[in-house]
């Protein structure tokens, strides 16, 4: 490959945008960085440290309380993956649960927060290399990457994706409620005023409803090696 090119994931929740997105990662030594884990984060801190009320948020405190927040990756030697740390504590298995995603949209839609994680996400990737997956990569984190990839699937086929995971993972949880976060996710992510979820006007879109893991990744890879053999 001529470069170390910068690929951009984004698209509806549970798409499987970070199991794609790690796979071409490892394929092509590329550094990989699942933006919506430092979204949750922030979320994990806020309702650790009592700012929501139900689902309601004291706004004022988080603000005040945002520039104490350390938010990094390290690889964890065991396993190979990148995992998400907050103020220096492994954080990685505590922030895919539903008490987190019913609350993430709302920390998600504050500018105060994207700005900050949008500064370490450019930081991350200034030296190319990367697959960052999120909402906004295309469209406000990296406008210039060399390939956009927007991927969406059918509601349902999403939501029975995420309902197995969480059950894998011993989450008591039904269908009904995984179905209705994502909805409401995708809702409120696609509609919010700051750097809402759209596709990029050059983005690629993908629709995996039907399509295998193994012919996904073959279909972008290709992809791939096109985009990084431009001048
Ligand atoms: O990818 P995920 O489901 O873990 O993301 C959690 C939430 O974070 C998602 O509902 C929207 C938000 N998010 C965002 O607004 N911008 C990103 N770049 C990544 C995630």
Partial sequence: MKKNITVAVDGHSS?????LAKQLAKQLNFIYVDTGAMYRAVTLHAY?????????LDQSQLLEQLHQLKINFQVNASNG???IHLNNVNIEDQIRNMEI???VSV???LPEVREKLVEIQQE?????????????????????????IFMTASPKIRAQRRFDELKTKGEKVSFEQVYTNLMQRDEIDSNRKHS????????????NSNLSLKEQFEMIKALIFCRSERD
């Fill in 81 to 83: 993956q990148s995992e």
């Fill in 196 to 207: 809402p979820l759209k596709q990029a006007d050059d983005a690629i879109l993908i629709d």
């Fill in 101 to 103: 995603s019913e609350r």
């Fill in 15 to 19: 798409t499987g945008k970070s199991t």
């Fill in 48 to 56: 650790q440290n009592n700012l929501f009320s139900g689902t309601k």
């Fill in 124 to 148: 991350m990737g200034k030296s190319g290399g990367i697959v960052m997956d999120g909402r906004d990569i295309g469209t406000v984190v990296f406008p210039n990457a060399e390939l956009k």
């Fill in 107 to 109: 920390i998600a839609q």
